[in-house]
């Protein structure tokens, strides 16, 4: 058994050896580590690591040493990383073991570079089913970190597209048949740089300005053209109007981006029937689960969302599927 580090192998056989680890996502490959260390502006470097037997990975953890005001923390952009994932085909006594022995190597890491804490959420569609009993709770409190955890709300794609329907809000109902707009989704085979050129231009139209996210538009373009992505425009006439892009890996996917310029819709919603139809494409490319984003509810002691964000919390949850514990932890060193 041996720990094998990103930096010594490469992307390719990175992503070769995630395929192995059932329970791994998106928030793993070898592409989003690349956005996440253009994106924070505090990342020094990637510790990120997989754990090998029988020349096979068993186990990946994600590790990005990062410094912020002189305090150094095992974080990304100042906040949480994804936590590590187990092969969970592995029996649960091996994946505990195996766990255990990946939480304490982070924390080994993250003394050496003398970093101050250690930050992580356990992604929800690593378990979107809750079969694997292992990421059933805050695995992390046994190693003592602080519980931090919120919520995340999953759309379960395996059901017929009647019943999916039948649990959507009333009012997103009524506006998703009210819709008038024209849908079309790019991936691999149709993407083009002049497509996520326009996710662009409508992202900074619809923000007022250029954002942290619309320029990092290049990596999904990338994500794309692997088959790690979707992106979907809807049209009023012959003008655009907005744009939404979700990420895909295995049979999951992750709603990522959306923006729409407002002053063009003539006051008939377009999120409302493009996030609908975007849950179409998904079930009939096979995604059997679809995160469709953090759930806050109002303040906790140690969080204190504002208006805008329960209000997009609603929104969301108004699409059905159901709500899920987002386990997350601070470890301090």
Known sequence: MEYIKFSDIGEKQWDAYLENIQGSTFNYLSNKMKFDLEYSIYVQQNESFLLISDKKAIGVAIVYIEELNHIKSVSWSGGYLPAPVVDQKLSYSLQEKYMAMLLKRIEEIGRQHKCKKILMRMDPLTNPDEQYKLYNYNYMLKEIYEDRSSLSQILDLRKEENVLFSDIRKGHKSDIKKADYSITFFDKENITEDVIKEYRRIYECDAGMVTRNSQMSHHYL????????????????????????????????????????????????????????????????????????????????????????????????????????????????
Do not use: C, M
């Open 222 to 333: 990338k994500f794309v053209q692997d088959g790690n992505g979707l992106v979907g425009i809807a049209k009023k006439g012959h003008e655009n109007v907005a744009v939404i892009i979700v990420t895909l890996y295995k049979d999951t996917a992750y709603y990522s981006s959306y923006a729409e310029l407002t002053d063009k819709l003539e006051h008939i919603s377009v999120g409302h029937v493009l996030q609908w139809e975007t849950i179409l494409e998904l079930k009939k490319r096979g995604i059997a689960f679809y995160e469709i984003g953090e759930q806050v509810f109002g303040k906790t002691h140690y969080s204190d969302p504002d208006k805008k964000l329960i209000n997009i919390s609603r929104f969301k949850r108004g699409f059905g599927g159901y709500t899920v514990p987002f386990y997350r932890g601070i470890k301090e060193l």
